[in-house]
């Protein structure tokens, strides 16, 4: 999973967004309508719903450089979005890593009058100030995950839900393990970087989430999100607890590393949980001939949502599914938990590692 700082889940406008279809609840500054008149549905409802052609917009679009498979799946969920629409330009800057350049790449998008931006940011303090600037210039800023701090910065957030992984996470494992009667579980937990929020919200999600069945994590550990130090903790972990009953890793990407320690130190008395849902996982998942049993999702589908949502918000639309005239303010993916019971279902969403 990601490994900038900036990038958190949370429900800000009570809006909901599952893997792939937008349901969502809406919050207004309106005054409540009187019981005896009936809303107005919104007129894209009438005429198609939320596909039906509208006013040709283009939107811009900027992210991090693709070194790391979710981020590289972004950046392919919105293009292939933008490509469903005839109404649509999509207008894709360069992708960096550094945060000068994508300030830079966003300036370029508003001098060339874009009619909505799509903004995933290396971080989302650091490019604030660009965003503002955007939504200043009246193009309406769809901030992608990473938050930004000013809420005047952007017209729409959508993105993850890091606690919802740890909790789906840990009641997947703490179920699991009441059910099979274990009594004072070793459970491991492999994180992400330790140090970020993002990782901090998994962690406490997980730790609610096992208390629940009167468990906790006996060591925890961080591995960077590379595959190098998910092998190198992995090993050490398996190496200092001779006996472990489950495993939690954040990251998909990082567990090839964990998958690849664990097949070399021979070990398969445990199961283990992934995190992000990339397709790897979900294969390895639907054999069933490893130890990895789940994955829960952080689904970079959101990009190609964030595209859905742009565009609506620059044609003045609404969703045809609320009776609001506008878009939510903000929306949360749930985060799935995917075993060999679903797995089929979301495979197709998942991204190669």
Not at 23 to 40: F, H, K, L, R, V
Not at 149 to 174: C, Q
Not at 227 to 237: D, H, M, P, R
Request: charged share 20%.
């Amino acid at each position: 999973m990601d490994k900038n700082p900036g990038r958190r889940g949370f429900l800000l406008g009570g809006a909901v967004l599952g893997a792939g279809a937008l349901i969502t609840a809406c919050t207004s500054n309106e005054p409540a309508a009187q019981a005896s008149a009936p809303a107005a549905a919104p007129a894209a409802a009438a005429t198609g719903g939320n596909d039906a052609p509208g006013d040709k917009v283009v939107i811009g679009f900027s992210a991090p450089a693709a070194d790391h498979g979710w981020i590289a799946a972004i950046a392919k969920n919105a293009a292939d979005a933008a490509t469903k629409y005839s109404d649509v330009e999509f207008k894709a800057v360069e992708p960096t890593n550094d945060i000068n350049q994508q300030i830079s790449a966003v300036e370029s998008l508003i001098q060339a009058k874009v009619n909505a931006l799509v903004i995933l940011p290396n971080d989302g303090e650091q490019l604030n100030q660009v965003a503002r600037q955007a939504m200043d210039a009246g193009i309406p800023v769809i901030n992608l995950d990473r938050v930004f701090p000013d809420k005047l910065s952007f017209r729409t957030w959508i993105g993850g839900d890091n606690y919802g992984m740890g909790v789906a996470a840990g009641h997947y494992i703490g179920k699991t393990l009441k059910d099979k009667g274990v009594a004072d579980p070793v459970i491991l937990e492999i994180q992400g970087i330790a140090t970020l929020p993002l990782t901090q919200d998994r962690s406490k999600g997980f730790a609610d989430a096992l208390k629940m069945y009167g468990f906790k994590v006996t060591a925890q550990q961080d591995a960077k999100f590379t595959v190098e130090s998910g092998t190198q903790v992995a090993s050490n972990l398996l190496q200092a607890h001779k006996k472990i009953d489950a495993i939690w890793n954040h990251d998909d990407d990082q567990g090839i590393g964990v998958m690849a320690a664990i097949k070399e130190a021979g070990r398969d008395e445990f199961f283990m949980v992934g995190g992000a849902g990339s397709a790897n996982a979900m294969r390895d998942i639907q054999a069933d001939n490893t130890v990895l049993k789940a994955t829960v999702t952080y689904p970079p589908t959101m990009a190609a949502s964030a595209v859905k949502l742009a565009r609506l918000i620059a044609q003045g639309r609404g969703m045809s599914d609320l009776l609001e005239q506008e878009v939510p303010q903000s929306i949360t993916l749930a985060s799935a938990t995917v075993t060999k019971d679903n797995v089929d279902k979301y495979l197709p969403l998942g991204f190669e590692s």
